[in-house]
């Protein structure tokens, strides 16, 4: 079967099984002749899986821990039980906060914050966080990306002040240099502009599209 076909049959994107594959959740085989991707019942089959865990918000990586025998089912369900308890502690704690600020008055300018931030704190004593769980982990992987960015144009601009050190002490062709110089520098370019795109992924692409079910 084709891409197409089995977004039909499983009801999700093609960009959701192109990401479920970058994350090596299904490995659909390929046509010798073309080399097009071709999917078997099977990978239906583990996408209407990877389709039901999402819905119940369990993450790729456990997602793939099952699929590797690393990691029960049972375990799984339970640790997201979890999760949820504590995620329905945090929205009745946001419910008690916004029923009281309901009650305010005043102007925004006039909102004595402190009170509230107190009244938080005592609050998370009995379990729950006020915090947007999902906007954490875009943060995450926001960091990550541009971490491994950084490291990279590091090491690509290391590379070129080498090359500069090296050429004053044994003087290399121009055009040589000029060469290879521009091959680091678009690496430079290229590695900026993927972490440009990464950015937008995380922010409204990958993520919410994952989630979209």
């Known amino acids: 079967m084709k891409i197409n076909q089995v977004a039909e049959l499983v009801d999700i ?33 583990q996408l209407m899986r990877i389709k039901l865990l999402r819905q119940l918000g369990i993450s790729c990586d456990n997602i793939r821990k099952m699929k590797d025998g690393k990691l029960e089912i049972e375990k799984c369900m339970h640790d997201r039980l979890r999760e949820l308890e504590e995620e329905e502690r945090s929205i009745d704690h946001m419910r008690t906060m916004c029923d009281l600020l309901s009650q305010e008055t005043g102007t925004f300018s006039s909102l004595d914050a402190s009170l509230y931030l107190d009244k938080m704190k005592e609050l998370e004593k009995g379990g729950g966080k006020f915090m947007n769980i999902r906007m954490s982990d875009v943060r995450k992987r926001k960091t990550g990306a541009i971490i491994a960015a950084a490291f990279m144009v590091v090491l690509m601009a290391a590379m070129i002040v080498l090359i500069f050190w090296a050429d ?29 795109q990464r950015l937008k992924e995380v ?3 990958e993520l919410d599209e994952a989630n979209k079910y």
Request: hydrophobic content about 40%; overall charge positive; aromatic content about 8%.
């Open 13 to 45: 994107t093609k960009k959701n099984i192109r990401f479920y594959e970058d994350q090596g959740l299904v490995d659909p085989g390929r046509d010798p002749q073309n080399g097009y991707r071709e999917y078997s019942l099977d990978d239906v089959r």
């Open 168 to 196: 004053k002490i044994d003087p290399a062709p121009k055009g040589v240099l000029i060469v290879v110089i521009a091959l680091f520098g678009s690496i430079i370019v290229g590695v900026l502009i993927a972490l440009v």
């Open 203 to 205: 922010k409204k692409g």
